[in-house]
Antibody, heavy 118, light 109 residues
């Protein structure tokens, strides 16, 4: 069955970077994309960007341009999201989700809590 | 890209039907038939309930239905049950990106 398993919770200081992984199984990794979505405590969902696992093409949310990088490792069927220059308002649960064509499909990771605190 | 607009809260009694609206623009909801709806219980990942405006993924109850008119999409939950109490988010494709709605808390009275 399709599974997306994310790395564990992280605590970072302001200004640091974090890299979250999302390991896929149960499907042909390069046939789909991966989107990253975050949710600050008590807030709504925010789309961060998308990467094609087929060719590595990316598209990032405008507000995160310059601070976020999404990559994939097709040899391990793993997607990564790196966020730099962390601020307190980056504290959130970060989710990866599989993308089929243009839309996010039913398969999501379990979420990774990233806490930014001095 | 601005978030799609949803009512903050909607409530109903068990067995009733409720409808949640999701208003965007001609650049997102109105421009594509790629509207999705998610249900999220506290501490859980979002669960896809509707995709491509009105399609249900396998395993989702037929009490959930979706529609769209112009720049506004809607999610209807019929035969409301206690387990339907959750947050609901719409989303839409929009020129190489995705935009989510502001979220609606559904309360079963």
């Amino acid at each position: 069955q399709v599974q997306l398993v994310q790395s564990g919770a992280e605590v970072k200081k302001p200004g640091a970077s974090v890299k979250v992984s999302c390991k896929a199984s149960g499907y042909t990794f390069t046939s789909y994309g991966i989107s990253w979505v975050r949710q600050a405590p008590g807030q709504g969902l925010e789309w961060m960007g998308w990467i094609s696992a087929y060719n590595g093409n990316t598209n990032y949310a405008q507000k995160l341009q310059g601070r976020v990088t999404m990559t994939t490792d097709t040899s391990t069927s793993t997607a990564y999201m790196e966020l730099r220059s962390l601020r307190s308002d980056d504290t959130a649960v970060y989710y990866c989700a599989r993308v089929d064509g243009l839309v996010i499909d039913p398969y999501w990771g379990q979420g990774t809590l990233v806490t930014v605190s001095s | 890209q601005s978030a799609l607009t949803q009512p903050a809260s909607v409530s109903g009694s068990p067995g009733q039907s409720i409808t949640i609206s999701c208003t965007g623009t001609s650049s997102d909801v109105g421009g594509y038939n790629y509207v999705s709806w998610y249900q999220q219980h506290p501490g859980k990942a979002p669960k896809l309930m509707i995709y491509d405006v009105s399609n249900r993924p396998s395993g989702v109850s037929n009490r959930f239905s979706g529609s769209k008119s112009g720049n506004t999409a809607s999610l209807t939950i019929s035969g409301l049950q206690a387990e339907d109490e959750a947050d609901y988010y719409c989303s839409s494709y929009t020129s190489s990106s995705t935009v989510f709605g502001t979220g609606t808390k559904v309360t079963v009275l």
